[in-house]
């Protein structure tokens, strides 16, 4: 045997070299962070309260940045309606009463969340439609246009407002966001900020003298200087926002003496000077606005038609800025049963603005769900006190149009800086999801891009008289694509919604993130749930739990 051994030798290959295994980088750059449903900086979450005195001081500061955009509705429509100054001012004393009943009814029973519900740009397609249908119609005088015009709108509000409360009752939309996944929630919030951009610089450079000035100082001091001090850091977080729009609002007002701006353009001096809107000499002292108090409504169906698209558009707008707010406030994502009984909710407070004669219908104020991150608190009550000041100003008209005078380009600054927060605030929620999945990137990117890249096309296209790039014979057809396509939300909903749940969707749920969001989708689904929506007084204890899931 021996010798067998020794004549017959096996000659085996040395064992492979095995590579070393590849370095973890997370560990040698530093620690990771896991995700976090919650964000831990807030000072104040969803219900719970600063001081009374802190809560008045921060309501108001949430009627002055939901002011911006109610100022420029009116500004830009107003005029081009037939009506006068006073015009001007009963609108945006109508616009701010509504706010404020439309924000108390939804922190109260609809969505919950200290979200401030303020007028809506996605009328202004249907609305200008309406507005050139009577500029080639003869009246007496141009405020019969207005009022013409006024009554139509309130009309078609009233119809369109069935849209929202069709797809919020009947559970259509909570069903809808059933299908979202967090790759899918990141563009559509995203986009409710970053699709504003045109309402940030662009309305800045309008009056660079006061813009940038009050972007510049704003992050300085809310950011910087707050930290020189601790008595500052908790002043100067909350609060810095009404700091800087007073000492460049009495910066503007200094130009505007000073003769600054007198061989300036029109267009910059309806910008930048301080005595421009005539709002103060035009507003009356006391005008509680009251139904139909511009007259009985007009329906035409043509305009209907191309309003049921606005409202179609607020309730994607108004989703995507629920999520946010919720993130910002310290809630758990909205469940399903919330988003429909929301924007049931949101087309009864359109109904309510038809009957009242506001000029355009309703959404979640984007800017104010930014100021929750701005100032760390997102107590429901601040939210609910900001809708006394909203309803006393709307009333008392020389009050409100004191601070409606506020030049625009200084609430362009602050959005800058808003829209931005709510955007990155998006961004966050791809942390439930696997951010390193090539289909996730793939799908994400499209949704965002095409979010963006859509309703540019549309606003690039679209005349400064209303018409947009589809233009048929069907005015009404026009008015509802034109109004859609021109939404950044709404585009991407439906690209998002269609490209995630059809691209290998059953083989990629954990990458998709549904573990972490299924169990928000029902009431009792996750325990926090309940915590953060249920109704006030116990009255859901006293409903149906069908209407509850």
């Known amino acids: 045997m021996g010798e067998t051994d020794n004549h017959h030798h096996h000659h085996q290959a040395p064992p492979p070299v095995q590579a070393p295994p590849p370095q973890n980088l997370g560990l040698s750059r530093g620690p990771t962070w896991t995700p976090a449903e919650q964000l831990l900086q807030l000072h104040y ?3 719970s309260n600063p001081s009374w005195p802190e809560a008045l001081l921060l309501g108001f500061q949430h009627y002055i940045v939901m002011l911006g955009t109610t100022v420029l509705i009116a500004t830009n429509l107003v005029p081009q309606m037939g009506g006068s100054h006073g015009d001007k001012a009963r609108v945006i004393q109508t616009l701010l009463f509504m706010s404020g009943i439309n924000t108390l009814l939804q922190t109260w029973f609809g ?5 401030v519900m303020g007028g809506s740009l996605a009328f202004v397609l249907p609305v200008m439609s309406i507005i050139n249908d009577y500029n080639d119609q003869t009246f007496s005088s141009e405020h019969e246009r207005f009022t013409r015009t006024m009554r139509t709108i309130q009309g078609s509000l009233i119809v369109s407002s069935f849209i929202n409360i069709f797809l919020g009752y009947s559970r259509a939309w909570g069903n809808l966001t059933r299908l979202f996944s967090p790759i899918i929630i990141v563009p559509i919030v995203a986009v409710v900020g970053l699709g504003l951009f045109t309402r940030g610089f662009p309305l800045v450079a309008d009056c660079i003298q006061i813009g940038l000035p009050m972007l510049i100082l704003l992050i300085i001091t809310q950011q910087y200087l707050k930290r020189l001090h601790p008595q500052a850091h908790h002043i100067l977080e909350r609060f810095a926002l009404l700091i800087c729009i007073a000492i460049i609002w009495a910066f503007a007002a200094i130009l505007t003496v000073a003769g600054a701006y007198n061989n300036s353009k029109s267009k910059t001096q309806t910008s930048c000077r301080t005595d421009r809107s005539y709002l103060l000499t035009s507003a009356p002292w006391i005008k509680v606005p009251y139904p139909f108090q511009w007259g009985t409504p007009i329906f035409k169906a043509s305009h209907v038609f191309g309003m049921m698209g606005a409202a179609l558009v607020t309730s994607a707008e108004s989703t995507g800025t629920y999520f946010a707010a919720a993130r910002l406030s310290g809630a758990t994502p909205p469940p399903a049963h919330v988003f429909s009984r929301s924007i049931g909710l949101q087309g009864i407070s359109m109904l309510i603005e038809g009957i009242f004669g506001s000029v355009v219908g309703t959404t979640a104020s984007v800017e104010n769900v930014g100021l929750l991150g701005l100032t760390h608190i997102g107590s429901r009550r601040v939210v609910q006190i900001s809708c006394g000041f909203m309803i006393f100003f709307g009333i008392f008209g020389k009050f409100g149009a004191f601070f409606a005078s506020i030049p625009l380009p200084i609430f362009a600054a602050i959005y800058c800086v808003l829209f931005g927060i709510v955007a990155a605030t998006g961004i966050s929620f791809i942390q439930f999801a696997n951010n ?13 891009f ?3 890249s859509i309703p540019q096309y549309f606003i690039m296209n679209t005349a400064p008289d209303g018409h947009g790039p589809v233009r048929t014979n069907g005015g009404w057809f026009n008015d509802i694509l ?5 939404s950044p939300p709404t585009v991407a909903i439906i690209v998002g919604t269609v490209i995630d749940n059809t691209l290998e969707a059953k083989q990629t749920g954990v990458d998709r993130g549904l573990p972490w969001w299924v169990p928000f989708q029902n009431r009792k689904g996750d325990v926090r749930n309940d915590e953060f929506y249920r109704y006030p007084l116990r009255l859901t204890e006293y409903i149906p739990t069908r209407f509850l899931d």
Request: include cysteine; proline fraction near 3%; hydrophobic fraction near 45%.
């Open 111 to 115: 969505s919950r969340l200290p979200v």
């Open 482 to 486: 034109n109004t859609i396509f021109s």
């Open 45 to 47: 979450c969803i219900h």
């Open 450 to 452: 095409l979010g963006i």
């Open 436 to 448: 390193n999945s090539i289909r996730n990137i793939y799908v994400f990117g499209l949704t965002l």
